[in-house]
């Protein structure tokens, strides 16, 4: 498996052999592109981005800590459902968001009218 790194700038190719139990990583240039590729292939997780509507517009939201792959979408469906009339940059707006134990949701830009 070949993937591009992205623990830094340099964006190093990384190669990932599994070898019964084992995961080979190469092609890395410092410790952070093999651990990086270990979790890639073992549980990988992203950070969530995304928008909720709010009475005064649009506001830009993401969740604390990244959540595994297979929760995105669960994150997702409950942020498609949010109801609140204000938020504002910086607010905590869920707790443990989709059931997932320390990751919330903050608010990452006021709301902004798009009428």
């Not at 952070?32 to 939201?61: C, D, W």
């Not at 994150?75 to 910086?90: A, E, I, R």
Request: overall charge positive; some cysteine.
């Amino acid at each position: 498996m070949k993937i591009t790194c992205i623990m830094c700038p340099v964006g190093c190719e990384l190669n990932i052999e599994k070898n019964g139990d084992e995961i080979i990583v190469s092609g890395n240039g410092c410790i952070r592109g093999k651990q990086y590729g270990i979790s890639e292939v073992t549980s990988p997780t992203r950070i969530v981005t995304s928008l909720i509507k709010t009475t005064n517009g649009i506001a830009s939201v993401k969740t604390t800590k990244a959540v595994p792959k297979n929760k995105i979408f669960d994150v997702l469906n409950v942020l498609k459902n949010f109801k609140k009339d204000k938020v504002q940059y910086g607010e905590t707006i869920i707790k443990n968001v989709a059931d997932i134990e320390g990751v919330d949701i903050i608010v990452t830009r006021d709301a902004i009218d798009i009428n």
